[in-house]
């Protein structure tokens, strides 16, 4: 476990160099701040003082070894706009997107799961294919019209949820926490369940999938020769042994969720990264744009490294040494 440990880190600092690299000249490569933060109005020594005090004065290469050192030492810029460091503006948001992105996943698998053993273990009946006809619509459904119904329907016509916003939160650790609090909670519950609705039938498939094929296995034969009880070969026998890919996917989709919540955050006014990262390209804010990519770049990694510890904790016969 040690070496598989060290060998995933090496891998991981290795993956955040590189990513560094292509997010910093991808972002530099966009547009030019000046034109949208400097008055038109201004004249060329004030836009000169102006490019001089952003650092945009020097080389690109010279300019992303500036980076690179400052980012070494948890320095990620300051916000063009804000004036403030763009790693505390992430981090200010980042417990709304977080609490968002988890809501959705645990939605997923607290509806997904049952739906989807269902749906493997009485493939005919017309309740699983309802399952199925129903996870077809999660797949198709874009996100940001099914959180405007969402909207119409619970907030304006019948007026059960409010529409936008985080609601009341509470502070715990310097972060403010929106599902602490009954009005934080019915926040919440639209967007998390928008954010979640591809989750769910993924989560559903996945599990049919892995159900109808673990089924036909010789040792689930074997424990209905011996009289174990259907329950028993269900939970015990079947459930454990699809649970490998769920988590998978999952796992990863995690990564895709806080990555990909923009739409979301949007339609929901939802005070997250999503949110501020499209402010933030509206108006070039680089430095804001560089520590959000970052960020989603250390989380995913972070996120697989847990993912294939997990494997060991689900099937004992997935070897994290890498042996040969």
């Known amino acids: 476990m040690t070496v598989f440990l060290l060998r995933r880190l090496l891998q991981a600092a290795g993956v955040v160099l590189v990513m560094s690299l292509l ?39 010279q300019q992303y070894l500036v980076f690179l050192g400052n980012a070494l030492r948890g320095d990620l810029g300051r916000s063009f706009v ?10 200010d948001r980042m417990p709304a997107t977080l609490e968002l992105a988890i809501g959705a996943t645990l939605a997923a698998l607290i509806i997904g799961l049952p739906l989807g053993l269902y749906a493997g ?5 017309p309740v699983s294919k309802g399952i199925l006809a129903g996870s077809i619509l999660g797949f198709s459904l874009p996100t940001f019209w099914v959180g405007l119904m969402l909207i119409m329907v619970f907030a304006v016509q019948l007026g059960w949820l409010p529409s936008t916003g985080r609601g009341e939160t509470v502070t715990i650790l310097g972060m ?35 159900v109808r094929e673990t089924m036909l296995m010789d040792y689930v034969k074997f424990a209905r020769a011996k009289g174990l009880s ?21 796992g990863l989709e995690f990564g895709g969720t806080i990555a990909f919540s923009v739409v979301t955050e ?4 939802w005070p997250g990264m999503g949110k501020l990262i499209i402010d933030s390209i ?13 960020i989603i770049v250390l989380m995913f990694i972070t996120i697989n490294l847990l993912v294939d510890i997990t494997y060991s904790l ?5 070897r994290l040494e890498g042996k040969s």
Do not use: C
């Open 121 to 125: 273990l009485r493939p005919s009946s």
């Open 23 to 61: 997010v910093f000249l991808g972002v530099y490569a966009i547009g030019d701040p000046i034109e949208i933060l400097i008055s038109p109005e201004a004249d060329q020594i004030e836009r000169e003082r102006a490019i001089k005090a952003l650092g945009l004065d020097l080389p690109l290469w």
């Open 176 to 210: 403010r926490w929106s599902f602490l609090t009954r009005d934080g909670l019915a926040h919440m519950l639209m967007p998390a369940l928008n954010l979640s609705l591809f989750k769910i039938s993924l989560v559903i498939r996945l599990t049919r999938a892995g």
């Open 282 to 294: 509206n108006v070039l804010d680089r430095p804001v744009m560089v520590a959000y990519l970052m």
């Open 314 to 318: 689900l099937d004992p016969r997935v």
């Open 266 to 269: 949007s339609v929901f006014a």
């Open 230 to 250: 259907p329950a028993r070969i269900t939970f015990i026998h079947v459930f454990k042994n699809i649970l490998i890919p769920v988590v998978t996917v999952v």
């Open 82 to 91: 804000f004036n403030e460091p763009a790693l505390r503006l992430i981090l």
